[in-house]
């Protein structure tokens, strides 16, 4: 079966942690995305790698870091300087830098990440 | 800063009737997209209308895009409780590096049986 995978499903980081989440895709696809949800709320783009070896900042990339070393994977990195990083954390992935075709992204089923 | 408003935030209806909810965004685009959360769960893509569309059907959904007003509607005809979920609006807008999806806050759909 082809799609996205995010892991883990659950995470929970003490205060001053570092933590990675692991997202991995295997539709070929070019672009791949990081967005961020809070409770009630809209996505908020983190980064964005349209290829292997680049990726753009989003709205949201203080405190956060990624690698695009593999077109298959694209993890995310919370450091301690992201001061408020409880939420719902969602991985996607598109042909190319955008929706060629009838296509749209393609979404992992998220990561929850609490501060404990 | 969050490029597509959806209204109402909030719409609750029985089954059988029709759902409609629509979209504002504020710069030019190349296409809109609407995607669907169901509770704790990742976005599912139901539909994309290129900025040269007009109107669009995919099963029980029909999208229209008016980009004079900067809108688009999503009707979900003949409801079924199946449907309760999150929808989202989502612009993809041309960036020099490469284009992006830009979201809107949702309208949670409760479909009552």
């Known amino acids: 079966d082809g799609g996205i995978t995010q892991s883990p499903k659950y995470l929970f980081r003490k205060e001053g942690q570092n933590v990675t989440l692991s997202c991995e895709q295997n539709l070929n696809h070019d672009a791949m995305y990081w967005y961020r949800q809070d409770p009630g709320q809209g996505l908020r783009l983190i980064y964005y790698?349209?290829?292997?070896?680049?990726?753009q900042k989003g709205d949201i990339a203080e405190g956060y870091s990624v690698s695009r070393e593999k077109k298959e994977s694209f993890p995310l990195t919370v450091t301690s300087a992201q001061k408020n990083p409880t939420a719902f954390y969602l991985c996607?992935?598109?042909?190319?830098?955008?929706?060629?075709?009838?296509?749209?992204?393609?979404f992992g089923s998220g990561t929850r990440l609490t501060v404990v | 800063s969050q490029q597509g408003e959806e209204d109402p935030q909030a719409l609750s209806i029985q089954e059988g009737e029709n759902a409609t909810m629509n979209c504002s965004y504020k710069?030019?685009?190349?296409?809109l997209q609407w995607y669907r959360q169901n509770s704790g769960r990742g976005l599912v893509h139901l539909i994309l209308?290129?900025?040269?569309?007009r109107e669009k059907h995919s099963g029980r959904l029909r999208v229209t895009l008016d980009t004079s007003k900067k809108s688009s509607s999503l009707l979900i005809t003949a409801s079924r409780a199946a449907d309760t979920a999150s929808y989202f609006c989502a612009t993809e807008t041309p960036e020099t590096s490469g284009s992006r999806l830009t979201f809107g806050e949702g309208t949670q759909l409760t479909v009552n049986p």
């Open positions: 790698s349209q290829i292997v070896n680049d990726f």
């Open positions: 996607a992935s598109s042909i190319k830098g955008g929706s060629l075709g009838n296509y749209g992204y393609t």
């Open positions: 209308i290129r900025s040269n569309e």
């Open positions: 710069t030019s685009i190349n296409n």
